[in-house]
């Protein structure tokens, strides 16, 4: 029997505020500041699955993707219908490529905005 459940998935990041506004507009939802920590922690909710959370972090550094020297630590899978529109839409709303060349593949590697490795998934 499991002691605990997953409460949220925190990206930690230089502006929670740009960063979830970013994903808002891949998974829709709305944007919650916490009162007592101001735009330092910001929730996404609404949104169907685990809680998605930003978190200010002072000195911010971006996980490098692909690296042997410095791994990326983790990613999110984003499922979607359609890859070319959903493409279309991340790099609207601020998405770099990192990885989209083979076009026969059921996924695409994308990096946010503070530069977290994502992918969207045609599984």
């Not at 790099?91 to 990885?99: D, I, M, N, P, Q």
Request: negative net charge; contains cysteine.
């Amino acid at each position: 029997m499991a002691m605990a459940r997953l409460g949220a998935v925190v990206l930690d990041c230089p502006d929670p505020v740009a960063l979830a506004r970013f994903y808002a507009g891949i998974l829709g939802g709305e944007i919650k500041m916490q009162e007592e920590d101001g735009d330092r922690w910001v929730d996404l909710e609404g949104v169907a699955g685990t809680t998605l959370a930003f978190q200010a972090a002072p000195g911010f550094v971006p996980p490098k993707w692909p690296s042997a020297e410095e791994s990326q630590q983790f990613h999110l899978d984003l499922t979607v219908d359609d890859l070319d529109a959903a493409e279309a839409k991340v790099l609207e709303l601020g998405a770099t490529v990192l990885e989209a060349d083979d076009r026969k593949r059921s996924f695409r590697v994308y990096a946010d905005p503070a530069g977290h490795p994502f992918c969207l998934c045609a599984c």
